[in-house]
């Protein structure tokens, strides 16, 4: 059975990495996160994805036994492949959710932050512990987790390795929803589903601008913007979506996706 699997049902992908107990991101998981964001990226039937590991954890971190005999040597030809394949999550061009229940650390943490939304339980744990094994987080998360909660913060939860459950990580805007454990998935779904039902080219485009404004100058973000915001008024969506709004107000339009 793979380890990382694909499942969809109304316009909704479900990422499920599922290799118990904790489902620890050994290099076959990496592998398949990879195969599964070209999968849903691909896929027309696709239109927002969730990312999940479970009832009981979404995942522990990167497999410490595989890495334990690894030297630098390994590592520098393994960290790249490590590195790409949490990207091409954060890459799929469609919203993503990540289902966080159980813990969240270290390399699970990565994943998450690859998402566009978490929500998550509120006995769920959260940090980036791999200071405590004397290296840092390798997948993403010295450069994803400061965008998302400013650099102090970052640092505090880095340098420590500390744990932050799941009220603190909704206060610093590490997660943006928090529910009863069992309530999780289909809150994810949910919201995902709402999200199927929006312009997908408007979404793609929000989402790109956000992802590459963020990593250059006002002005830059602002040429980024203008051209995506532009490029917009040749879509079908576009036009359904303003008819409808001076027709009945917003939030009525029925999208098409073209």
């Known amino acids: 059975m793979n380890a990382v699997s694909v499942q969809v049902a109304g316009g909704v992908a479900t990422i499920r990495v599922d290799r118990p107990p904790m489902n620890a991101l050994d290099t076959a998981v990496q592998a398949g996160l990879a195969q599964a964001a070209e999968e849903v990226t691909e896929r027309d039937d696709v239109r927002a994805v969730v990312v999940y590991g479970g009832e009981k954890v979404f995942a522990a971190g990167a497999d410490v036994k595989e890495m334990a005999d690894w030297d630098y040597r390994t590592m520098i030809l393994r960290?790249?492949?490590?590195?790409?394949?949490?990207?091409?999550?954060?890459?799929?061009?469609?919203?993503?959710?990540?289902?966080?229940?159980?813990?969240?650390?270290?390399?699970?943490?990565?994943?998450?932050?690859?998402?566009?939304?978490?929500?998550?339980?509120?006995?769920?744990?959260?940090?980036?512990?791999?200071?405590?094994?004397?290296?840092?987080?390798?997948?993403?998360?010295?450069?994803?987790?400061?965008?998302?909660?400013?650099?102090?913060?970052?640092?505090?939860?880095?340098?420590?390795?500390?744990?932050?459950?799941?009220?603190?990580?909704?206060?610093?805007?590490?997660?943006?929803?928090?529910?009863?454990?069992?309530?999780?998935?289909?809150?994810?779904?949910?919201?995902?589903?709402?999200?199927?039902?929006?312009?997908?080219?408007?979404?793609?485009?929000?989402?790109?601008?956000?992802?590459?404004?963020?990593?250059?100058d006002l002005g830059t973000g602002l040429a980024i913007e203008r051209s995506l915001f532009a490029g917009l008024f040749g879509t079908e969506d576009r036009a359904i979506g303003m008819a409808s709004f001076l027709a009945s107000g917003p939030g009525k339009a029925e999208f098409t996706g073209r």
């Open 79 to 216: 960290s790249q492949r490590l590195q790409d394949s949490f990207t091409a999550v954060a890459r799929i061009p469609k919203p993503t959710i990540a289902a966080v229940t159980g813990y969240a650390l270290g390399g699970g943490l990565e994943l998450a932050l690859c998402t566009d939304l978490r929500v998550c339980g509120d006995n769920a744990k959260l940090g980036l512990p791999e200071i405590l094994l004397g290296i840092i987080p390798g997948a993403g998360g010295t450069q994803r987790l400061p965008r998302l909660v400013g650099p102090a913060r970052a640092k505090d939860l880095i340098l420590t390795g500390r744990f932050v459950d799941a009220e603190e990580a909704l206060r610093i805007g590490l997660v943006d929803r928090v529910v009863a454990p069992d309530d999780v998935y289909a809150e994810a779904v949910a919201l995902a589903e709402r999200l199927a039902r929006g312009a997908a080219l408007a979404q793609r485009a929000a989402k790109e601008a956000v992802d590459r404004g963020i990593e250059t």
